[in-house]
């Protein structure tokens, strides 16, 4: 077997990896040889796709910036490809940054790349804000009109859980409780105990004074803990200059003023 004029192979079989004219003798018992020669043309294409993004844990309002490759695995051109790159609600387009001869529409999703020769990748970005609600798992999907040998490696998805803000309401008298209450997020669950447990419900009722840590997990990604302190107020009783009236009560949540005494 040879390619190119050099010899490749010896045995009665070749495993081709490129694709050529490939030149064969076969040398006879009686001495004799036949030559011939095959040509080899590939036509599958394996593309493949990957997403990543530069802020797993941004604010709400933020702009994160993805970036999603292309990749031409061959073994043969890959042409008419398109990559579907669709926004979910969780944020708001921005801009994008293309290859050379490339197109994009943030309405369709629609990334027109056209063909990819073998080993040629593609890059674009996209940069997007980040709703205080909606959907937050972004995924992509190539497709071309050659033929794709493994599809397996045709999505990818990225997604990331939103820095909140909590609202905490400490208590009133020393006998009291606390409550926090987390921003909900679409397919979000909540610990206040630093991840130990996660549940469905984003508010939190009758906590003692003490520390809590706040996350919230979507899928297997978390934001950012947050320490919160629920704190016992002062009920150090009141020091008067004068006796109070036999018919006064004082609360430790409703002192009454000089004015009123």
Do not use: R
């Amino acid at each position: 077997w040879s390619l190119d004029g050099e010899v490749i192979g010896t045995s009665n079989t070749l495993v081709v990896t490129q694709p050529g004219t490939y030149s064969v003798t076969v040398t006879l018992p009686d001495g004799c040889s036949i030559n011939d020669q095959i040509v080899i043309a590939f036509v599958s294409a394996d593309l493949s796709i990957e997403k990543t993004v530069d802020n797993l844990t941004p604010a709400i309002s933020d702009n994160v910036v993805f970036t999603i490759t292309a990749t031409n695995n061959g073994p043969a051109t890959a042409t008419g490809i398109n990559v579907i790159e669709l926004l979910p609600s969780g944020y708001t387009f921005v801009s994008s940054t293309l290859p050379l001869g490339t197109t994009y529409d943030n309405v369709s999703g629609i990334w027109d790349i056209g063909d990819l020769a073998l080993a040629e990748t593609a890059t674009m970005t996209i940069t997007a804000t980040v709703n205080a609600t909606g959907t937050y798992l972004n995924t992509v999907s190539i497709t071309s009109t050659s033929d794709d040998p493994d599809t397996t490696n045709n999505s990818a998805s990225v997604g990331l859980v939103p820095d909140t803000i909590a609202i905490v309401t400490q208590p009133i008298c020393a006998a009291d409780t606390g409550t926090i209450e987390i921003p909900v997020l679409t397919d979000g669950t909540y610990s206040i105990d630093g991840g130990l447990t996660y549940l469905s419900s984003n508010i939190f009722t009758g906590l003692a004074p003490g520390d809590y840590t706040v996350i919230t997990m979507i899928g297997t990604i978390t934001n950012t803990p947050t320490l919160i302190t629920i704190t016992v107020q002062d009920t150090t009783a009141p020091v008067f200059v004068e006796t109070l009236p036999a018919d006064v009560t004082v609360e430790c949540d409703a002192v009454p003023t000089v004015e009123i005494l």
